[in-house]
């Protein structure tokens, strides 16, 4: 029996495009304007996946949770998306959608409707929005946010690993904001910017006279935190005597103050971070293996900016709106002459430096463009020095040059491809090079692009021509 399909929209552009992925598809297609026109074929049989915005799904969901969703969301909303698939939708499509992007995502999303009985549905939380958001529309970022739907209602800890200003907390907060914890305490502790000697007692607190200072009893961040969620941020940076005690109080779900001797319960749930290899450093006795495990129940990595395609743009006009406000400053716009810049810039403090380059851009800023004088120094000298030297990254090694002559030696040595020299041999070359550059950058687009000196357009166009995709592995077409 074919698989079926029902959409839900009033929109004829993504009506179009569904109609002729499940034709691509050989599916059953079906198209309602709206729920009540659907509740009739609903009630009668569910369909293998249902396609529809969030708003639709919210209803969906309360009368038919047993169906399987496929969502569309607006650009930019990743609380959409977090809430979607946290809710039990399948996966989500972000507009503009592409007949490639809607063939893709129906053909998977059928897949995984055929291995589920029922998706996991969840009593809808209280809304509130954050003050921060995380932004972002690049492939890795919307991994991230089903990444973050699925494992935030699960009641385990979590370990967030990636460099340094990608923003680990805010995702901390984001598992806390969709987690049945919320509501209860959400604290966060930076381990390494409190003394060795002082965070034992941060974290579990110490009873009068446990040590020199000590004048009266103090909570920790366990015991005022029963309930809800403990951040510990840099976890790589804990002692090993420090270690040991975390990993009793998690174990035993009980701890005692410093100087104590009283058991207190604890419920408590643990999000760590870390811009360390905690791998690395349990082979140096640095770490607790047992510990390692225990904090790594469920794991996030968040990646680089510099492998987030054009999400450096769209945060830097998301921070540009915040800090008008915030700074009382009046720019509107960012000049042409800077995204290029934000774009190719390697960003080694990621997020955290891209929001403080504008704010310090807005308070040099006079008049309501953003323009590139404006920018911290070390952004507009990696600027000047692409545009006085373009083609320095052109340049080849004597050893690179003697062995790219040997194989066009091999080629034009080759009778068969007499004629046809030319055409064949820089084909070959240029999907040899291509392949090579997305296996070193494990399938990312962005830095591959990069490496080879061409746009992301440029480098899908020339995959396409040579029949390269991109799985989870590279695939040669071989």
């Not at 934000?342 to 006079?366: D, M, Q, T």
Request: aromatic share 4%; net charge negative.
């Amino acid at each position: 029996m074919d698989d079926s399909v029902l959409l839900i929209t009033r929109d004829g552009r993504i009506a179009e495009k569904a109609h002729h992925a499940c034709l691509e598809l050989k599916a059953e297609f079906s198209h309602v304007q709206s729920l009540d026109h659907a509740a009739e074929l609903l009630d009668a049989r569910l369909p293998d996946l249902i396609l529809c915005d969030y708003a639709t799904f919210e209803q969906l969901r309360q009368r038919w949770p047993g169906a399987c969703v496929l969502i569309y969301t607006e650009p930019r909303d990743s609380e959409e998306a977090i809430k979607a698939i946290k809710h039990g939708a399948i996966d989500y499509l972000v507009r503009p959608i592409s007949p490639e992007a809607m063939t893709r995502q129906i053909r998977e999303a059928l897949r995984v409707s055929h291995d589920i009985n029922v998706p996991a549905v969840f009593d809808s939380p209280s809304e509130s929005p954050d003050i921060d958001r995380i932004v972002g529309e690049s492939a890795p970022m919307r991994e991230l946010y089903k990444l973050i739907g699925l494992i935030a209602p699960r009641d385990v800890n979590v370990l967030i690993t990636g460099e340094s200003g990608t923003g680990k907390e805010m995702v901390a907060r984001a598992l806390y904001h969709h987690s049945p914890r919320k509501g209860k305490t959400f604290l966060a502790i930076s381990c390494a910017a409190i003394p060795e000697t002082l965070l034992e007692s941060e974290l579990f607190g110490h009873e009068k006279g446990a040590f020199t200072g000590a004048d009266r009893q103090r909570m920790g961040k366990f015991e005022q935190c029963d309930g809800g969620t403990l951040f510990l941020d840099e976890i790589g940076d804990i002692s090993l005597s420090t270690q040991i005690k975390l990993l009793r109080a998690i174990q035993d779900c009980s701890f005692q103050r410093l100087g104590g001797t009283e058991q207190i319960n604890c419920d408590v749930r643990i999000v760590t971070a870390t811009n360390q290899s905690l791998e690395q450093l349990i082979d140096e006795r640095r770490f607790r293996e047992d510990l390692y495990h225990r904090l790594k129940v469920a794991s996030i990595h968040l990646p680089p900016l510099r492998e987030r395609e054009v999400d450096a743009v769209l945060l830097a006009h998301y921070f540009l709106e915040r800090y008008n406000r915030r700074l009382g400053t009046s720019v509107q716009s960012v000049s042409p002459e800077v995204l290029p810049v934000f774009l190719k810039y390697a960003w080694p403090g990621n997020v955290r430096e891209l929001e403080n380059s504008i704010k310090s851009a807005l308070v040099l800023a006079r008049g309501s463009v953003l323009r590139l004088e404006h920018l911290p120094d070390e952004i507009k000298a990696s600027a000047d020095a692409a545009s006085a030297d373009p083609g320095r990254e052109s340049s080849i090694t004597p050893a690179a040059e003697e062995e790219l002559r040997a194989g066009a030696e091999r080629l034009v040595s080759d009778p068969s491809l007499a004629g046809a020299l030319h055409r064949t041999g820089i084909g070959l070359i240029e999907r040899e090079m291509i392949l090579l550059c997305l296996q070193r950058n494990k399938g990312l687009l962005a830095p591959a692009a990069r490496q080879l000196g061409i746009s992301r357009t440029t480098l899908r166009k020339k995959m396409s021509e040579h029949g390269i995709t991109v799985t989870a592995a590279i695939d040669r077409g071989e």
